[in-house]
């Protein structure tokens, strides 16, 4: 990013595609307040916005809360036409969503001409972060119904819901069946909210044998995550266990 900010620097023109490229590689590198910073930059040097300049900003806005800035380029997205782009709608769905206004997300939602996956992920996502776990679930399923495309994100969100709300049957449903009807094969973060969920439930066994049956190299998050089931249910001997293999992978 250094040289590529140089380069910017120098050169002798600095039209809305150059702004555009240093935004969304700042907002990939989850450098966000870089991301806006140049967008602020933009907005000072008069250069005109395009289809392309909004969803990386919106992704910074939502990871910082800049609910205020983030409404602001809402109006922006009407204003300029763009409210027909899927790309531009997914991050203010995302956007919404981080902020806690779900509402709002919704409303974006439910007004598109077209959706794809990640809209209804980024919705999802926004009701998992507030606690709203049956609104998760319930698109989850409309998804599956509507044979929309499913992948890792989505599972480990709807994991995420059953773990917070004890939905314990429904999580074990949705994991079992990741690689067979979704094509998705269980990675470490999905293990990690399956091993959280069952721990909490008080299945501090079954949440070992889970992890004990991997074909991949635990993690300190999947491990902390059991030895916290342990410390919670008293269940010592289950924590030696845990202990003696967390040792011996370190």
């Known amino acids: ?35 806006l910073s140049i967008f602020h930059q933009m907005i000072i040097a008069q250069k005109p916005f395009d289809i392309f300049t909004l969803p990386p900003v919106l992704k910074s806005c939502g990871h910082l809360s800049d609910l205020t800035l983030g409404t602001q380029l809402h109006g922006s997205v009407l204003v300029r036409g763009y409210s027909s782009d899927l790309p531009n709608n997914n ?8 902020c806690g206004e779900l509402e709002c997300a919704r409303k974006v939602f439910d007004d598109m001409p077209v959706r794809s996956y990640v809209s209804w992920s980024a919705l999802m996502m926004g009701y ?28 480990t969100t709807v994991l995420t ?40 439930a008080g299945l501090v066994e079954e949440a070992e044998e889970l992890v004990m049956g991997m074909q991949m190299e635990k993690d300190d998050a999947l491990w902390n995550a059991l030895l916290a089931a342990c410390k919670i249910h008293g269940k010592v001997e289950v924590a030696e266990r845990v202990e003696r293999r967390f040792v011996g992978q370190a």
């Open 1 to 35: 990013m250094r040289e590529a900010h140089i380069l910017f620097f120098f050169a002798s023109r600095q039209p809305t595609f150059l702004y555009n490229s240093l935004i969304r590689a700042y907002s990939s590198l989850n450098q966000f307040s870089q991301s």
């Open 91 to 98: 991050s203010l769905i995302s956007m919404y969503g981080k």
């Open 128 to 155: 998992e972060k507030v606690g709203m776990a049956w609104q998760v679930f319930n698109l989850f399923q409309k998804m599956v119904e509507m044979g929309m495309e499913v992948d890792g994100l989505t599972l």
């Open 161 to 200: 819901a059953c773990s917070r709300e004890g939905m314990v049957e429904k999580g074990k449903e949705v994991f079992e069946m990741m690689e067979g009807r979704f094509g998705v094969k269980p990675g470490l973060e999905h293990y990690t909210c399956m091993v959280d969920m069952l721990g909490k």
